[in-house]
């Protein structure tokens, strides 16, 4: 249905053709009330204007909205469409964009791009609308990156970074860095150009500050990708614990649906149970996993296995206890051992069934790696709703994300692409804080300052490799 006709006969003897004019569906596909599709490119207004009722569209202004009938290939009429005009470079790719809205649902959408297609429109490959954002300068990387966080958002968090991103916070934050290494450089290269003289123009001490700054602000930069990765993948909270304790009861109370089987016999859980929650932002996902023991019977054997391996793939560990019952010795073994092999493994120690002791806490179930038991009562009516928000605020804690919904905007948060550059680009600062320590010559520092500037080029685009920008755009998908 789709295909390839980007070329035309007068395209071949262009020596740099003009980019191809692409076409393709910007909405999801499936039942909808309206579909929009996205042409771009130096033939929009003309393909479109060669399926539409008025050929005027084909020299309409920017910004300028048509209604009318889009007929196909062989004049039959398709549907009533709105198309809105936009002039390169005023568009969101820079070049000449037509929207067409049509009717939703997949017959109508997909029945428009045949119409464009024909008319010599091409498919546009994933990203490539948001890539020609970029090479037209109307974003830089980072922002065109963030642009898919966006779309993929499944969270407040995710929506929040997502959208600083695109508004540039994270180029701001990696411009301040460049800002103090150029200078740096500024100093030492000048100095260069000197070199026979033997001059020192650059005042070490100043050189000394201005690369301990660069550090910093590294620092803390790619130490946002922690917030980065909470904000767009959510976390992973596994409730582990013995048969019995009440994790399954405590899931579904935490969700607030009846996900998991819950009954008095131990061993119910064996699979793994997943549900999601968004707790102050966070995409949480909770694992309900099967009852830790030594068991005879394979298949409950088999579910502690799973269990163990859940824990050791969980972000965060809730683990459950029946107050009633306590914790013995053989499970602090066990949080003990887990502490020494995932010591950044942050445990929550759960007393449940709070309801059927008096008073307290009276089992004092710490164990190492964890806090004080937190007391619940996740049972039905017996559920405590304050106990369960203790619980939360606890996950949040857990992972360093208490307060970050109500952090009002400004949430700067790099992706691993971007934390792997600024990685770079902290070593090679590194390197010159020790040239400069070790009074070495200007051209080492240079040197150093220069792939520390190179590095930083990449996480906004101002230096690019085709390796780059097909890691960035491919990840996109089609009509974005
Ligand atoms: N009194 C009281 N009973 C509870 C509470 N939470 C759970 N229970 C009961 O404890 C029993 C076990 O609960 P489950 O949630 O199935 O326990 P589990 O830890 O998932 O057990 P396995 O899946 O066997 O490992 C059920 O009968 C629950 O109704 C609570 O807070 N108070
Ligand atoms: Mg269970």
Known sequence: MVRENAMTDSDAHHATPPAPTIAALATARGTAALAVIRVSGPEAAPIVASRFADGALADAAGRTVWVGWLRDNDGRRVDQVVCVVWRGPHSSTGEDVVEVTCHGGDTVAQAVLRALYDAGARPAAPGEFTQRAFLNGKLDLAQAEAVADLIHAESRLGHRTAIAALRGRVSEAVGAVRQSLVQTAALVELELDFGEEDVEFADRDSLRDLLAEADRLLEELAGSARLGALARDGVRVVLGGRPN?????????????????????????????????????????????????ETADAIEAEGTRRARAAIDASDVLVYVVDASVGLDDEERAFLTALARRRPELPVVLVQNKADLVDGPARLGVEAEGAGAALAVSAHGALADP??????????????????????????????????????????????????????????????DLRAALHELGLVTGAVTTEHVLDAVFSQFCIGK
């Open 386 to 447: 304050a106990a369960l928000d203790g619980l939360r605020r606890s996950l949040l804690a857990a992972v360093r994300a208490e307060g970050l919904d109500a952090a009002a905007g400004g949430l700067v948060a790099v992706n691993e692409r971007h934390r792997t550059h600024l990685e770079a680009a902290r070593a090679a600062v590194g390197r010159a804080q020790r040239s400069l320590a070790a009074g070495s010559g200007g051209d080492t520092l240079a040197l």
């Open 245 to 293: 304790a009440g994790k399954s009861t405590l899931l579904n109370a935490l969700v607030g649906d009846d996900r998991a089987i819950v009954s008095p016999v131990a061993g119910t859980t064996r699979d793994a149970v997943e549900a999601e929650a968004e707790i102050g932002g966070l995409r949480v996902r909770f694992v309900d996993t099967a009852g830790l023991r």
